[in-house]
């Protein structure tokens, strides 16, 4: 018993902490997810960035100025190096995009000096030009670092997804576990009522299922019939043949009524060698073919078995006979009955 509570409190534990686990789990997913998309616009803006820092020398080599594209530029810059909510950008803490980064700045403010110097001086603008081609060159630098970045983000989405369905599946596991479980001890306690219910040596419903069925005092809606039965002779079975030989009268008996009654009727051992029928959906002709179809089994059986030879005496009573009645009160007439037709019975073999 207390290793079975052990038990149980480990796979609580363990439920608990699987569940603790996916939660924790999910909440990192969905900041990979955020940071994924992140990393998106970083690339989109990085790529806008190049190219306007290009279109910026063009224009400057050809004589326009455009401050306005210029102020753009560091705008960008700064919001891939801290993050900007102007442009919806974040920060990304991975030190090879931001040394990167670092560089391209650099350059771009040189590329920036050297545009701002040929504004004033009217010098030669093949320095542009170069730094131009530095600062693309760097820009793919950069560009290529949060790419990868970006693929070690959806490769932890991946270890973080298979964690997930291991996580997923172990709980599962103890889900069918727990159900399986509950379906044993379900069967488990279902065997153990239905053998609380049975008379041990004949199989049948014992006294106490027989008391709970026949104290009910709900009026009768159907036509059904109880009916008594009493084995003849068996104390003399019993002072002539043994205990033993006795107790299979009482088997026999049982296992022809098993046979010879269908399935859905009540059948119980009611005392020693006393046994009740509740024969449902019936009526009288019924009741009497019964009892006829039981006789000729008796019959056969004596017949091909030694003596003692079966033999009982019965009475019925069926609630087609009142307009309200219960099962008490059937069970009384039956019995009432039973004990009439073994007193003819014993008249007729003059034992009294």
């Known amino acids: 018993m207390e290793k079975e509570k ?35 616009r970083i690339i989109n803006y990085a790529g806008v960035l190049r190219g306007a820092t290009q279109r910026l020398v063009k224009l400057e080599i050809n004589g326009q100025k455009n401050d306005e594209l210029l102020n753009r530029i560091d705008e960008v ?49 093949s320095n542009i030009v170069e730094l131009s081609e530095e600062n693309f060159e760097i820009a793919d630098v950069t560009v290529n670092e949060i790419e990868v970045y970006t693929q070690h983000l959806v490769d932890q989405m991946h270890i973080i997804e298979f964690l997930i369905i291991l996580d997923g599946l ?10 399986m479980k509950r379906k044993q001890l379900s069967k488990i306690n279902s065997e153990l009522a239905k053998k609380a219910s049975l008379d041990l040596h004949t199989g049948l419903m ?9 104290n009910n005092q709900k009026v009768i809606l159907e036509d059904l019939a109880v009916i008594m039965f009493d084995l003849n002779n068996l104390k ?7 205990h033993i030989r006795g107790d299979k009268f009482i088997s026999d008996f049982s296992n022809i009524l098993k046979k010879t009654i269908s399935k859905g009727n009540f059948i119980g051992r009611y005392g020693g060698d006393e046994f009740v029928v509740v024969l449902y959906n019936s009526n009288e002709y019924q009741v ?8 000729d089994s008796i019959r056969y059986f004596n017949e091909i078995t030694e003596k003692p030879n079966l033999s009982f005496a019965y009475g019925y009573d069926g609630s087609w006979n ?6 008490k009160m059937l069970l009384d007439n039956a019995d009432s009955n039973m004990y009439l037709n073994k007193q003819n019975i014993k008249l007729k073999d003059n034992e009294i």
């Not at 608990?16 to 924790?24: E, F, K, S, T």
């Not at 991975?94 to 010098?123: A, C, G, H, P, V």
């Not at 009142?322 to 099962?327: A, D, K, L, R, T």
Request: proline residues 0%; charged residues 30%.
């Open 6 to 40: 052990k038990l149980k409190s480990c796979k609580v534990a363990i439920r608990n902490i699987l569940v603790v686990a996916l939660i924790l789990m999910a909440i990192v997913m969905f900041q990979k997810i955020n940071s994924l998309q992140g990393t998106a």
């Open 77 to 125: 810059f700064y919001g891939l190096k801290h993050g900007s909510e102007k442009y919806n950008l974040i920060k990304i803490e991975y030190n090879d995009f931001q040394e990167s980064l670092k560089m391209w700045e650099n350059n771009w403010i040189k590329l920036k000096n050297q545009i701002q110097k040929t504004r004033k001086d009217e010098i030669d603008k």
């Open 170 to 179: 172990g709980f599962i596991y103890l889900l069918i576990n727990e159900s």
């Open 206 to 214: 014992n006294k106490g299922k027989c008391n709970e069925l026949f």
């Open 236 to 242: 003399k079975v019993n002072d002539m043949y043994g």
């Open 288 to 295: 009497k073919k019964l009892i006829e179809s039981l006789e």
């Open 322 to 327: 009142y307009e309200e009645c219960n099962m």
